[in-house]
């Protein structure tokens, strides 16, 4: 059956538009790889120190607009006005502009500038002389170093890129799960859901690979949550971890799995030891998971599965 004539023009351009935006990509994908690779890798280190900034801004403020979602929700629930938090009515990622948790400084252009500032203020406020926490610039640096590695490894590709926004998505996440003990849907399910697309030519596992890997990701965490459960009548770990681990099993493959695994659950065992011993936690005392998980997808992302060749597989 023949299109309407009024949709065949409209077809032509879209067809036309991704045509053209499908080349302006691929030209700006050349235009970069022929710059010299100091430059390339320069350019990458700021692009990471960039987001890394933006990072921060999440890991402090989602938590906050969550527990806004929440309140508000019971406040309609027992038809009651929500509590006053004390912040700006409007309060997301974008508005309203950084400010000292302490003294509410509104922070200027130079105080904004990644590790720079921390430096030139000596990880101070500038109005009120408060600490500021050694993690921001720390993420910050962590971010530009996954950005220059990405491209070291991936060279000036897609998959360079989207390996990036994994680990940009980890260290996020593993940040907000240390504060807060949670792991937010809003951030493991589009995980998820982009390392079900990224897969859908096979950048980084073929779709069937992505798809068992998201399947048995949640499966072999919920598996064993219950069982913790069942033997020791406590809950082992959250719900967000099983979605985390579905999420870097959609991205890496089933395949990655036990690697991943394996190095979340050795190291987690290693820094809970550590830090039971020295005093820094007690032995019953919960140990955040995530960043575990996130630790062994990245190096998963970037070793590949070095275990499997250890072990003769």
Known sequence: MQAPLSLVPETSSSLLSGLLQGRF???????FGSLPASVQITFAI???????SFLNVVVHRLPIMLERAWRAEISDAINEPPQN???PARY??????SACPHCGHVLSAWENLPVLSYLLLRGRCS????HVSLRYPLLEIASAAFAAGALALFGPTLTALAAFGLCAALLAMSAIDIDTHLLPDSMTLPLLWAGIIVNFNGMFASLHDAVLGAIFG???????YWLFRLVRGVEGMGYGDFKLLAALGAWLGWAALPQIVL????????VGLAATWR???????PLPFGPFLAAGGALTLFLGTPLYRALGG
């Open 25 to 31: 990509a691929a030209g700006l994908g050349l235009a």
């Open 46 to 52: 700021v692009f990471g120190l960039v987001i890394g």
């Open 85 to 87: 938090d004390g912040l």
């Open 92 to 97: 997301n990622l974008w508005v309203p502009r």
């Open 127 to 130: 109005a009120c002389n408060a």
């Open 218 to 224: 949640y499966l072999v965490l919920w598996v064993l």
């Open 263 to 270: 190095i979340a659950a050795v190291t987690g065992a290693v």
């Open 279 to 285: 005093g820094r936690m007690r032995f019953e005392e």
